[in-house]
């Protein structure tokens, strides 16, 4: 029912705000889903088996990835539309505003977002909260954790080990993003040197943890495409020396030359959606070449079909998330996705 009357619904949310329009579907999916409105048959495809993967089984390739349920309180209704994983956040330890408003930006024609969120988000608390209050999920879910904006490079370790400690024993996994444009020098921690130290403090506690909590947490990174093959060959090395779980390639990007005819090219913030695609896949095709099949890798960028994500799979991948796409096109590219992705369930690592 959903997925027919979604053209309808996103030509109204268009004539609004972006973030007014973000806020309204979200509240109007968790309604829905109260209500039973959704679609539970999208969750499971015929004839699908779990994907084994870093110590989990997904119900599909095919997820949602950080930015769009930041609090982690739509999982269920997110869930009964077919995504075999929801990653939410960015969660740092204490709620953030995030950077003033306006900060969010159709590009329509390039079926494309700009964004300078800035981490906005209720706190890791609440979103821990919020996951033990999902009921009807039965994916994998992520936490994306970040740093708060007036937490210096030098103390962010922490930040995420504070995050780690709170989301662990709820999490299926948890992504530290390094990645974000919109964090002042947060990118700064994708240097070899910076992100070697970072993993080397979060795999000891994730040991830790995993000793106290009786189960193991995978620990993924999630880098930027705006990383050249030097960067990359960089930090493949310190991710199979420092024994990464898992890597997400990629978050948005800050190259506009996909966009420069368009009157918001020059909004500050990070580029997602149609535009992205190839630059973010190539990155992933060059992690792959160096990681092999020693670490896996999600593919996030520009998918907006199936030819897209199976050009990621293709690259490198083991899963795939979207984000953009499903603003433009809704519930029907999940289910799209997650039946044209099904493998009879290989394990892949």
Do not use: W
């Amino acid at each position: 029912m959903f997925e027919t009357i979604y053209p309808l619904a996103r030509s109204g949310l268009f004539r609004l705000d972006a973030e007014t329009a973000h806020h309204l579907s979200m509240s109007g999916l968790r309604f829905a889903e109260k209500m039973g409105l959704l679609d539970l048959a999208a969750a499971a495809p015929e004839n699908h088996e779990p994907i084994e993967l870093m110590g989990l089984k997904f119900p599909n390739r095919v997820g949602l990835a950080a930015g769009l349920d930041k609090e982690g309180n739509t999982i269920d209704a997110l869930g009964n539309l077919g995504f075999g994983c929801i990653e939410i956040g960015t969660i740092t330890p204490r709620p953030q505003a995030g950077n003033p408003k306006p900060r969010l930006f159709r590009l329509i024609d390039h079926e494309a977002i700009i964004n300078r969120m800035g981490f906005n988000n209720p706190g890791i608390d609440a979103g821990v909260r919020n996951v033990r209050g999902s009921r009807s999920f039965r994916g994998v879910i992520g936490f994306n954790i970040g740093k708060n904006k007036d937490t210096p490079n030098e103390r962010a370790a922490d930040d995420y080990l504070e995050c780690l400690r709170k989301a662990y024993p709820v999490a299926d996994y948890v992504a530290v993003n390094l990645s974000s444009p919109n964090t002042p020098g947060l990118r700064d921690l994708q240097g070899a040197e910076a992100s070697a130290r970072l993993l080397e403090t979060l795999k000891a506690e994730q040991q830790r943890l995993s000793v106290e909590h009786g189960k193991q947490v995978p620990l993924l990174f999630k880098i930027a495409p705006d990383l050249d093959e030097v960067q990359i060959r960089d930090l493949a090395d310190v991710f199979l020396k420092g024994g990464l779980d898992g890597l997400i390639a990629t978050n948005t990007t800050l190259d506009r030359d996909k966009v420069s005819s368009h009157p918001r090219a020059t909004e500050a913030g990070g580029l997602s959606g149609r535009p992205v695609f190839e630059k973010s896949t190539e990155v992933l095709r060059c992690f792959a070449s160096h990681l092999g099949s020693r670490i896996p890798i999600i593919g996030v960028g520009g998918i907006s079909s199936l030819a897209d994500a199976r050009t990621k799979i293709e690259a490198g991948a083991s899963l795939v998330q979207i984000y953009t796409s499903f603003i433009y096109q809704g519930p029907p590219l999940v289910r799209e996705l997650a039946r044209g992705l099904q493998t009879g369930g290989n394990r892949l690592f």
